[in-house]
T-cell receptor
Framework: EPEVTQTPSHQVTQMGQEVILRCVPI?????FYWYRQILGQKVEFLVS????????KSEIFDDQFSVERPDGSNFTLKIRSTKLEDSAMYFC??????????FGPGTRLTVT | AQKVTQAQTEISVVEKEDVTLDCVYE???????LFWYKQPPSGELVFLIR??????QNEISGRYSWNFQKSTSSFNFTITASQVVDSAVYFC?????????????FGEGTQLTVNP
């Protein structure tokens, strides 16, 4: 069964550095998402992406964040200048339509 | 605005006990979807079930069952004869609207610990 994949599984970075989290959604899916989960807290929506553009973003998704689908398969989340509070698990999700969102295994980002 | 409430932060049971995880949702939409996800200690989100707002039939899958009641805006999850492997955080979530890119709104999660 096709799966959403994410790399890396764990990223450690220093405050102020740029990070790029990568996701490969399921190939025939149309909608792509990033969610964030700070340790011990609930999963929070960051951004959705459809037809090569952002369709919705949350208040968390400020100018430090950007998303891209550079080559038609990868879906990336960039954080330009990381802060300590960006430390979290980041989940990518995709869906073919209005069905359950297929989540990737997550990338644990640690900002030191 | 959508909101999902899981009032039980932590539940601890002994193996073979039945346990019910509560979920209450809020929405003004007539079309919406409700979900349960399991998050084991390894951290991934495991899809368990999806229900749409037009289907109030309860569902049973092995030891798992779900009770969807629109009258009380609840979508509760019961594990029968719990096992240690059921220990995880369980999230209830809601997806609303027909627009593309609609987001999932998650509850705070319930940490279930099943003791041997």
């Amino acid at each position: 069964e096709p799966e959403v994949t994410q790399t890396p599984s764990h990223q450690v970075t220093q405050m102020g550095q740029e990070v790029i989290l990568r996701c490969v959604p399921i190939s025939n899916h149309l909608y792509f998402y990033w969610y964030r989960q700070i340790l011990g807290q609930k999963v929070e929506f960051l951004v959705s992406f459809y037809n090569n553009e952002i369709s919705e973003k949350s208040e968390i998704f400020d100018d430090q964040f950007s998303v891209e689908r550079p080559d038609g398969s990868n879906f990336t989340l960039k954080i330009r200048s990381t802060k300590l509070e960006d430390s979290a698990m980041y989940f990518c999700a995709s869906l073919p339509g209005r069905r359950e969102q297929y989540f990737g295994p997550g990338t644990r980002l640690t900002v030191t | 605005a959508q909101k999902v409430t899981q009032a039980q932060t932590e539940i601890s049971v002994v193996e073979k006990e039945d346990v019910t995880l509560d979920c209450v949702y809020e929405t003004r939409d007539t079309t919406y979807y409700l979900f349960w996800y399991k998050q084991p200690p390894s951290g991934e989100l495991v899809f368990l079930i999806r229900r749409n707002s037009f289907d109030e039939q309860n569902e049973i899958s092995g030891r798992y069952s779900w009770n969807f009641q629109k009258s009380t805006s609840s979508f509760n999850f019961t594990i029968t004869a719990s096992q240690v492997v059921d220990s995880a955080v369980y999230f209830c979530a809601q997806l609303t609207g027909e627009t593309s890119g609609s987001r999932l709104t998650f509850g705070e999660g319930t940490q279930l610990t099943v003791n041997p």
